[in-house]
């Protein structure tokens, strides 16, 4: 009879973990293509390095470069998950998805094993930690991100469950397993760099408590340390030969900086982000929301309480194996001290890099922390379960209304402490739905916290026709997002309005549509510009922001032809491929301290292999070191958004620059010089251009020269 109450029992609890893990996967897969928004720079770029390793032959590196260094672990699993339902954002996060959920399982058998040792925790203990983790938001969070954070939770349970198990029972594999495990958290993300650190504490803890049983199991913890390191040599190999990159992405978080917050003020935020204040940032959390809700903090502060208790506490005699209090230390099945002290130091381990953080509390950078929150949560509820405990319906034989009504208060009292735990863990979960499903995804934050402008602009250009001219300013096609939308070959032109303006080759004989999309968010001046140029542009989309403000214009010229604004003054002259009509001036005289925007009109008319800079030059009578140089400024066209190199024959370029006068400059004429050079070795290009007092003079009697003379510049007193 009672191996069928057992069987049942353990039936129950595969069914109860079965709907926990239901819950997980439906809060971290529901409407996973809408929330969050967008596709984040972050997500793109790992996005963009799986499409590389499916399509380019021979790409397979064990650590990324980009965007200051990235683990592979998370863009491999993204490029099978590519290969296998094809390439987008919804696929990436659907990654971190079921990683996010195959934690909650995790989490069970961890607990399970820690129930082991510690047997005074309640059976319901293993379950009640794993619904904590499913229902927690900051794992929530991450486990709807196509980033590689999530991984950290993961190999953390794994690698300890495997620990735990291997000491529990002696078998190798788990501890070959555990080491694998350690390995791999250097693959995953910078915090995964702490779990062999975290291993190292662990068993120097067990080393002061429960040293008579690591004697027995010193092949296995053999076994773990050499699996972790074979896992590890091949990254320890790249670090070793680029020594820089095991520091480019940790260097970000150090506190150390000037006008970076003290160690003293993180330990104060990372102490505050339990119950007074999270992370800020929209992209990591609702910003400021807490780690924990109130449902769920009360089992995790007794929890904490009841971990330090059984650390500290001397064991009770009744609690001492046979009454013996030496057989404590001794016996496999009473461990409290090794369970609780492995659960705090994996807490303060893993908060670690918030620690450190520039940005505390960080709670991407601490993510590992959130299993070691779930199992003190796991055993708050087994605290407040430990209430009902004694209390059962007395079996006196007999159905009497007497006997009934005697049994009403056990039964209550059974009843009690599992409602109280039922409707924290439904609180909880309906609080996390609502934050993160209701109000996080309605935050008008997450339109620039994940590029959403940026990704509904990439889908837009790839919904027109194919022979449409596209431009875009001032983001260049470069940018991850824009890049992943375009990775089966770019369409686009790119310039950055506020410096440049890029008018199609051969526009009055093309008859080919022309589109300019203007992010007037970030750049200012390409719309009006544009107007100037192009008075018939008709707007054809607009695109807003999260609170309705205008975030970038599409506008559309079906018949270009020539523009409307034509050079204020020709100046011609010829290098290698490239042709200067004249330039264009915003006054007529100048005043000490102004501005002289000087706007260059090149036209391509062959392609240019060479980024040139060019050189802009305000000469005047000598000042006190001699020099005739009054004012200057050095730059590729368009300010490095137009490099020559991508100039198309026919193109014609409107190319901006900014020489400021100093206050000291005394009035007079002065002359406008430019010319081109190449950047390494400041070698100028020669060029053949009009006499000065003749501009329209015939080729043949233009000069060679390394530079051009524009024209006079007057300037009159202040």
Request: glycine share 10%; net charge neutral; aromatic share 12%.
């Amino acid at each position: 009879m009672r191996g069928d109450d057992t069987h049942r029992q353990q039936k129950g609890g595969w069914i109860a973990l079965a709907a926990i893990v239901a819950l997980a996967a439906c809060l971290r897969f529901w409407q996973l293509d809408a929330i969050p928004p967008g596709y984040h720079y972050d997500e793109a770029f790992e996005g963009l390095e799986a499409w590389k390793l499916l399509t380019q032959p021979g790409y397979h590196p064990i650590f990324f470069h980009g965007n200051f260094g990235v683990e592979p672990l998370f863009i491999y699993l993204t490029a099978l998950a590519f290969r296998l339902f094809g390439a987008g954002p919804t696929t990436q996060r659907a990654v971190a998805a079921l990683l996010g959920t195959l934690t909650v399982p995790a989490l069970y058998g961890l607990a399970r094993e820690l129930r082991q040792a510690d047997r005074r925790l309640s059976r319901a203990f293993p379950l009640l930690s794993a619904a904590a983790l499913a229902v927690l938001y900051w794992h929530l969070h991450f486990s709807r991100l196509g980033i590689e954070p999530v991984w950290v939770p993961l190999l953390l349970v794994l690698a300890f469950w495997a620990l735990w198990r291997g000491l529990r029972t002696g078998h190798l594999w788990p501890f070959a397993a555990a080491g694998l495990c350690l390995g791999l958290g250097s693959y995953a993300y910078p915090a995964g760099r702490l779990l062999p650190l975290l291993a190292i504490a662990f068993v120097a803890w067990l080393l002061l408590v429960e040293r008579a049983r690591l004697r027995s199991r010193w092949r296995g913890l053999a076994l773990t340390l050499l699996v972790g390191l074979l896992v590890l040599a091949p990254l320890a190999v790249h670090f070793w030969r680029y020594p820089q990159l095991l520091t480019l992405r940790t260097s970000q978080v150090a506190v150390t900086g000037e006008g970076r917050g003290s160690l003293l003020e993180n330990v104060w935020h990372t102490l505050g982000l339990w119950s007074v204040a999270g992370d800020a940032d929209p992209r990591n959390n609702l910003p400021g929301r807490p780690a924990l809700d109130g449902f769920i903090a009360v089992p995790f502060y007794l929890g904490l309480a009841v971990a330090c208790w059984r650390i500290f506490a001397p064991p009770v005699r009744d609690e001492w194996p046979n009454g013996n209090p030496q057989s404590a230390i001794r016996n496999p099945q009473w461990a409290p001290r090794a369970v609780w002290g492995f659960v705090l130091l994996a807490a303060v381990v893993m908060l670690v890099p918030t620690l450190l953080s520039e940005y505390a509390p960080h709670f991407r950078r601490a993510l590992g922390a959130t299993p070691a929150a779930a199992l003190l949560i796991g055993l708050g509820f087994s605290a407040l379960l430990s209430w009902g405990q004694g209390r059962r319906v007395p079996k006196d034989g007999t159905a009497s209304l007497r006997g009934l009504v005697a049994s009403l208060p056990h039964c209550l009292g059974a009843l009690v402490p599992w409602c109280l735990v039922a409707s924290l863990l439904l609180g909880s979960a309906f609080i996390t739905t609502r934050d993160y499903l209701g109000r996080w995804a309605a935050s008008p934050d997450l339109y620039y916290a994940f590029d959403v402008g940026l990704w509904e602009i990439a889908q837009y250009v790839n919904g027109l026709p194919a022979e449409e001219l596209v431009y875009v300013t001032p983001r260049p096609a470069t940018h991850t997002t824009l890049a992943f939308a375009w990775r089966e070959g770019q369409r686009t032109r790119h310039f950055d309005g506020r410096h440049a303006f890029v008018v199609p080759a051969n526009a009055p004989l093309s008859g080919r549509p022309a589109t300019y999309v203007v992010i007037g968010h970030e750049d200012f001046r390409g719309a009006l510009l544009l107007r100037e140029l192009y008075p018939q542009a008709q707007r054809v989309r607009e695109f807003r922001d999260g609170d309705g403000r205008l975030y970038a214009e599409a506008f559309r010229i079906v018949n270009i032809g020539e523009t409307a604004r034509v050079v204020q003054r020709q100046r011609p002259a010829v290098w290698d491929g490239i042709r200067l009509i004249g330039y264009d001036l915003n006054a007529a005289a100048y005043r000490p301290g102004d501005i002289v925007y000087l706007q260059l009109w090149w036209a391509c008319d062959a392609p240019v292999a060479r980024d040139w800079k060019v050189f802009t030059h305000l000469l005047g009578p000598p000042r006190a070191d001699g020099s005739p140089l009054w004012a200057g400024q050095d730059a590729e066209p368009g300010q490095g958004s137009v490099p020559t190199s991508t100039w198309q024959p026919g193109e014609v370029i409107l190319d901006e620059y900014q020489l400021r006068l100093p206050q000291e400059t005394p009035p007079g004429e002065y002359w406008l010089e430019i010319g081109l050079y190449e950047g390494a070795g400041g070698q100028r290009a020669p060029v053949r251009v009009s006499p000065p007092d003749d501009p329209h003079a015939p080729p043949d009697r233009w000069l060679e020269a390394d530079h051009v003379i524009l024209g006079a510049v007057s300037v009159v007193g202040g």
